[in-house]
């Protein structure tokens, strides 16, 4: 998947969005814009007069109006437009470029070729309604066999049952694929392998519509290739895209940070650590803690029980110098449930409750500080 966006995944039937209207006679600078187009996976309309209001859902997300069509354009209706008018002049320095777009009613300006880079991102945001970012939450064992897998995947199912547009991403390649744990291994859909050239930006839609769906949630895992690792900059971009769609994002992170793993940190809004109830595991924790805290500021505990040591939730998070954000104690059905395919955080307990209550909190917070 290589390139600036993900134009090589061609859209769903019946899914495919509408895209910006030029408004050029210029046919160098006409050129230009379908070229930057192109870039941000969109197809454009091309016309030569302004467009009449047809409703919502049926105008254009974005209107391209050329310097060369401007003139004749002043009291059309394209001030109905609103936001969605933007001027396209060649960079002159010339001032009065401003006044010609404020007759006109467009709202911003792009001078070529120094805003070329802001007017791909500014195209296929339109293209693709950018809205909120998802809430991106990762998850990291304090220790080996922590338990942190099977609470990324909860935390997916549980946003997912919600009724939230979910992703979940692998982000350990040596953890065996969350799409085994989830029973999904033979599910149709990309894995991490095809995804290792992405670079810059990649259509979120696209994206979304490549990947295996399991209980209502897109995910993408590991295959069984060797491939065992994607750049930094493939992570950077896929997440990107991720975040942009919307709803919640999951992340199960290693514990041994690659330049990969510290791409992910830097998109997360918060981190969990999970830390079993022994004395070993935190000290295990400390040093995970100490390197995921470097790059992500909000990082929070969960303890999974049982509590053979004689340490509390509360203790353990002292001991980290992390707030608590949960105990999990122990759940009898759940080893049981996993064998036979059923998904974490699927059925009533203490795995399920926990989700629950982090989201609606955690929604709650940033919605707050939004």
Known sequence: MAGSSASDWPPAAGRRRRGPLIIAEDEELLDDLLRLCAAAGAVPEV???????????QDPPLILVGECCAPRLRGSRLAAHGEAVLLVARDRGDAGVWRLAMEIGARDVALLPGCESRLVERIADAVEGAGRPALTVGVIGGRGGAGASTLACALAVGAAGAGRRTMLIDGDPLGGGLDVLLGGERAEGLRWPAFADSRGRVACHALEEALPELHSLRLLSWDR??????PPDAMKAVLAAARRRGGAVVVDLPRRLDEAALEALGQLDAGLLVVPAELRAVAAAHRVAAGVGAVLGDLRV???????SGLDGEEIARLLGLPLAGDLPPEAGLPAALAAGRPPGGERGPLARFCT???ACFEAAQGASA
């Open 47 to 57: 016309a030569h007069g302004a467009p009449a209001r047809r409703g919502t859902g």
């Open 225 to 230: 290739s060797p491939c065992t690792a994607v």
């Open 302 to 308: 969960v303890v999974r029980g049982p509590r053979t």
């Open 357 to 359: 209550d982090f989201w």
